[in-house]
């Protein structure tokens, strides 16, 4: 019996190595999924403020019909912001900051855009205008919702790879840390819309 005892005592801890492992391994991924899940919805909101910007300008066109460099700065950044896609599964900081900073250029000229539009009274006063910026409002208040909930997302997670002995656990299986991400000020500081629609 003697002879054996230290293989036993190797395959008890082998089995609760095995049996930790394992549950950590699958914890991190059910996080993992809670993260790629979250942020199919902050590129969703994304888009969905992309899909009225066609509907904006063609409203605007008829009113601001000189604008053209301004509407082609839009245009442009708008075409940049959606063509760059993030693999939910393999989020990377240099992801997330290309991701971030399309959109603040897409933000940006969107401001500049807005700014443009408070010299024109008749468009303000548009009703379909008005309506496209109440949708648009709301869709920027759901971004930084979508945003915030991604953010949240990654604290447990980024706790539960770092946290010792977890933190060997991770190593061994790959798990890093995750960025948040985290605005600036071309996507932090939304559009006023407020003033672009009063008569």
């Known amino acids: 019996m003697k002879k054996w005892l230290p293989w036993i005592i190797i395959a008890i801890i082998a089995i609760g190595l095995y049996s930790k492992g394992s549950g950590f391994y699958n914890k991190v ?3 993992e999924e809670n993260i790629g899940e979250q942020w199919s919805k902050v590129e969703s909101a994304y888009q969905l403020r992309s899909d009225l910007i066609p509907n904006l300008m063609k409203i605007a066109e008829r009113y601001a019909e ?7 700065s839009v245009t442009d ?9 993030i693999d939910p599964s393999n989020i990377t900081p240099e992801q997330l900051e290309q991701f971030k900073q399309a959109q603040g250029s897409m933000t940006s000229a969107l401001s500049r855009l ?3 539009f408070e010299r024109y009274p008749d468009l303000k006063a548009n009703e379909n205008y008005k309506e496209v910026m109440n949708s ?4 920027e208040k759901r971004i930084k919702v ?7 997302a990654i604290t447990p997670y980024n706790n539960l790879v770092r946290k010792f002995p977890n933190n060997l656990y991770a190593s061994v299986f790959g798990f890093e840390k995750k960025s948040r991400f985290d605005g600036d000020d071309g996507i932090e500081v939304a559009p006023d819309v407020n003033d672009s629609i009063r008569e």
């Open 114 to 116: 807005l700014a443009v």
């Open 66 to 72: 000189y604008e053209q460099e301004t509407f082609k």
């Open 77 to 85: 950044a708008r075409s940049k912001a959606t063509s760059i896609q």
């Open 29 to 31: 991924i059910a996080e």
């Open 146 to 152: 979508e945003r915030d909930r991604f953010n949240e």
């Open 136 to 139: 648009y409002d709301r869709v």
